[in-house]
């Protein structure tokens, strides 16, 4: 299951452009609420309805493929403040899933010290958390290993992209990319 773990204030393109793109390939890909099954976006307001919070999909046993944190301010402070983010890391990275983030939220990895070595980026604001990270300066959307980091609301799209390509291969998300043979979403 691919988890996109939203906390109130999250940036709205960065966690509903994953989103859409996943279910365009067909994954089992959930917004999971922090706190509330309704957490509402800092730019347009945008409140998502999720199908259960953190501690919730913690009690579930269910496994993760890809841990999935959105920027945005105050949204990606409040991810690094709840105990329940650092329990999902915890979770995802026994599981071995990948562990993805863009814009500020890089830097709740960088400060538990888990990029160490690891090639990474944030939003230029938050490149100094990335502790003992190789941050490529020329590069928005980086992957090194289990790691996929990028560095804004602009990378939104070759992010998600990214995240695609990890879990279903490099022609599935340059499919989307050329908006070939996806299917539309159905409501």
Do not use: W
């Not at 365009?24 to 706190?35: C, E, M």
């Not at 602009?154 to 070939?180: I, K, S």
């Amino acid at each position: 299951m691919i988890a996109i773990l939203l906390a109130e204030g999250f940036e709205d393109i960065e966690a509903l452009t994953p989103l859409d793109l996943f279910r365009r390939v067909g994954a089992d890909v959930r917004p999971i609420g922090l706190t509330s099954r309704a957490p509402t976006g800092k730019c347009c307001g945008a409140q998502v309805t999720c199908p259960m919070t953190a501690e919730e999909l913690l009690s579930s046993g269910e496994r993760i493929d890809m841990l999935v944190l959105p920027g945005g301010l105050p949204g990606a402070t409040n991810l690094d403040a709840s105990p329940l983010t650092h329990r999902l890391i915890d979770k995802a990275e026994s599981e071995g899933a990948f562990l993805t983030a863009i814009c500020a939220a890089p830097f709740i990895y960088g400060k538990r010290g888990m990029l160490r070595g690891v090639r990474a980026t944030a939003f230029p604001d938050f490149r100094k958390y990335l502790e003992g990270a190789i941050i490529p300066e020329d590069e928005n959307v980086v992957r090194d290993g289990r790691f996929i980091t990028a560095a804004g609301m602009g990378a939104a799209f070759p992010f998600a992209c990214e995240l695609v390509a990890a879990l279903y291969g490099e022609e599935r998300a340059a499919q989307l990319a050329r908006h070939e043979r996806y299917a539309p979403l159905r409501f």
